[in-house]
């Protein structure tokens, strides 16, 4: 309440103030509060009657610069409670809310780019620097100054320019349509005649362009066309000057005692790099005006339309830092759509990137990286970022705490393809990764993981992580935080054999005492990946199984639905391969374990794994003598589900049947019977079928008694249906009645030779009576070849 100086009789003497109506909010973009308020003022008269009211909105920002992760809440909301007067106390509450929205609030990487061209910060070069200060007041005397000649042009600019520097300003230079009409003007007129005067006034519209609400404004003066125009000229502008730079480089150097000619050259290199200075200003703020705009995504569009990406692919050529990172921040923007990765991609947009990291221009650095790992996604620039020798450039950056997030990032990528994982191993990534790994006992980074992850399903690079004390550290670490994914990882290094492998005849026994209930199933599923990974001839899985009584606990997970598929898939294959010890394989199955399995294949019969790591298990146990007999004289369904799979459409499924039953006919008459009718009865289903058909009609098809060969007869007791190895006679000494269609046809060849899928395989060397044939012939990390050609002559 303030007094009034000698107020006349009946004049009013009070002013009353009041502040209504206050609400917080924060900053969309610093770290600030803003409160907002309404001011209610009322002049009063002599006697205290209200005469006038007049209320304004009005707002205040509360800045926070000392707000950091560590900043304790409470105690600053209590401090800014206190110290601004216009917040209630009763208002604490939300305060100290906002204030954990603000700490916890991450600044996205298009604010961080947007703040380093803000307004404020925008330094015009030398050239329109002026010694004068603008005046909002003067304004109409600055627009006189663009009618006059250049440099009145470029000065009343310049001094426009100054006034739009401050956001402050721009409200009332809108105002005045005629300063925004006349600036538009002049640049279309006259932007080629001075690069000074085209820098300068599209100074004053990036200001603008720098706020949302004002973009219309900017659009509607056409100012995104011409900058778009702008651009296009001055690189055309600079391949000109580069070819007559060159020229004169050359006819200097073919006449080095020229001395005129070397002058020449020098003089035009001076003026070039003069005009390179400024048309790299020019360019850099028409690029970030343009970069503003492309928030409407219709105005990226038109942009697109004109070429954009190109324009910005051949700016990626340039030296100057601060031209670069428009360039790229403009380029991430633009990644997003399908469209333009693909115009980055056909102008080789990644190999001119490479050339940027590393840089010693932090802002740069991390947009040059994002962009990468937007392009990532894509598997053909994924191939070219290689070709480009990034994944050196990239793991060198592992070292910078502020590029290692996103380098890791686009290194993952690369490491999803299996072609490109053998070259991680002669950088230092793996080395960085390992010191990372290992640090410290906190929480990994799951980009960390997953790429070493990735690059452990490599032998080359499975070897320089186990370098050194490089597995024991890992098993350490898995093993003491139950660590799943480090423990994935180490499961990845146990699939590659010799020396890798055998580091792990040391830790056999840790991981063995993981397995399990009361461990964690996903903890548990990658033990036993790691074990059924181990097929070394030293390891005893005999004394394993028995020292830490695993028999009974894999006889349990067998039976369905006692735990998740995966831990039961991965308890097959470590059946699987623990049986490839006789001993190992007599011990399970005298514990039960085959018809837990039956009974497992006919619950699971649908899933193709399955179905192929069971088969496998019974595979293995058939080169055994001990388990052989077991499995076809004590459970006869084993062979018969051989039988039934044989032609099943998984090839895995019908190479592992095939090599089983090999070995189940050597030593089970009964079932080499079975086995070869029906194969026989497979191989020859369309000819069968077609007798069926004809018997009727040819006599010669049925028997003697005239009983079809399709009754209840063994086909292949019938003689009389085969040929002999010439194929012209019958088992009776009757020419085949297809002779002379074959001789017609020439379907035998000069020695008569034919082919038969019931031959049987013939070892060229000796084998023990207790091995079966088959075991001379394949392993399961082999092809099995079959030799089914007959000799006429046999």
Known sequence: MSDMENPPTGEPRYVKRRVKGCSL????????????????????????????????????????????????????????????????????????????????????????????????????????????????????EYVELLYEDIQEKIRGAALIFQLARNPDNLEELMQHEVVLGALARVLREDWKQSVDLATTIVSVFFCFSSFSQFHSLVTHFKIGALCMNIVEHELKRFELWQDELQKKKKAADEFPDNQSLRKDHDKSLR??????????????????????????????????????VQML???????????????????????????????????????????LLPCDHPELQSATCRLLL???????????????????????????????????????????????????????????????????????????????????????????????NGLKLLMRRALKLKDVLVMKMIRNLSQHGGATQNLFLDHVGDLAAQIGEDEAEEFVIECLGTLANLTIPDLDWELVLREYGL???????????SAEDDLILEVVILIGTVSMDDSCAAMLAKSGIIPALID???????????????????????????????????????????????????????????????????????????IQTAKFCYYNSQWLEMVETRQLDEPFLSGDDGESFSGNRDVLERPDLFYAADGILSGDGSISPSFYADIQSSELGEAGNLSSSLDQFVPSVPVPADQPVSDWSFRPDERFFYSYTANASQ
């Open 25 to 140: 909010d924060v900053h969309p973009t610093e770290k600030a509060l803003v409160v907002q308020y309404e001011v209610e003022a009322t002049i009063l008269g002599e006697l205290g009657e209200p005469m006038v009211e007049e209320r304004k909105d009005c707002q205040k920002m509360i800045r926070l610069k000392s707000l950091n992760a560590n900043t304790d809440t409470a105690s600053l909301a209590q401090k800014v409670v206190e110290e601004c007067h216009l917040i209630h106390p009763s208002k604490l509450a939300e305060v100290e809310q906002l204030l954990f929205y603000l700490q916890n609030r991450k600044q996205s990487s298009d604010n961080q780019e947007k703040k380093n061209i803000s307004p404020r910060d925008f330094t015009p070069y030398a050239g329109v620097e002026l010694d004068e200060e603008a005046s909002i007041g003067s304004i109409d």
């Open 374 to 468: 937007n392009l990532s996604f894509d598997a053909a620039l994924r191939s070219q970022m290689v070709q480009a020798g990034l994944v050196p450039r990239l793991s060198s950056l592992l070292a910078d705490e502020a590029q290692r997030q996103l380098a890791m990032c686009v290194l993952y990528h690369i490491s999803m393809d299996d072609r490109f994982k053998p070259m991680f191993a002669h950088t230092d990534c793996i080395p960085q990764l390992m010191k990372m790994m290992l640090g410290g006992e906190e929480q990994l980074d799951v980009e960390l993981v997953s790429l070493c992850i990735n690059l452990a399903a490599n032998r080359s690079n499975a070897q320089v992580f186990c370098e050194g």
């Open 313 to 355: 692919v051949k700016l990626l050529e340039r030296d100057d830092q601060e031209l670069l990172l428009v360039a790229v921040s403009f380029l991430k923007k633009l990644s997003i759509i399908l469209d333009n990765k693909n115009d980055m991609a056909e102008a080789a947009a990644v190999e001119k990137l490479a050339r």
């Open 551 to 561: 028999v009974p606990y894999l006889k349990r997970r067998l039976k369905p639905g």
């Open 600 to 674: 497992l294949l006919n619950a699971q019969q649908e899933d193709d794994e399955f179905v192929c790591q069971i088969l496998y298990v019974f595979y293995q146990m058939a080169f055994h003598k001990a388990t052989r007999d077991i499995i076809i004289k004590d459970t006869p369904e084993a062979p018969a589900y051989f039988v039934d799979l044989m032609h099943d459409g998984n090839a895995a499924i019908r190479r592992v049947c095939d090599n089983t039953l090999d070995i189940i006919a050597e030593y089970d008459e009964e079932w080499a019977k079975k």
């Open 271 to 308: 003026k070039y790099q003069s005009l390179l200075a400024k048309q790299e200003q020019l360019l850099k703020v028409s690029l970030y005006l343009l970069l503003n705009l492309a928030e409407d995504t219709r105005t990226e569009l038109k942009m697109r339309n004109k070429n954009i």
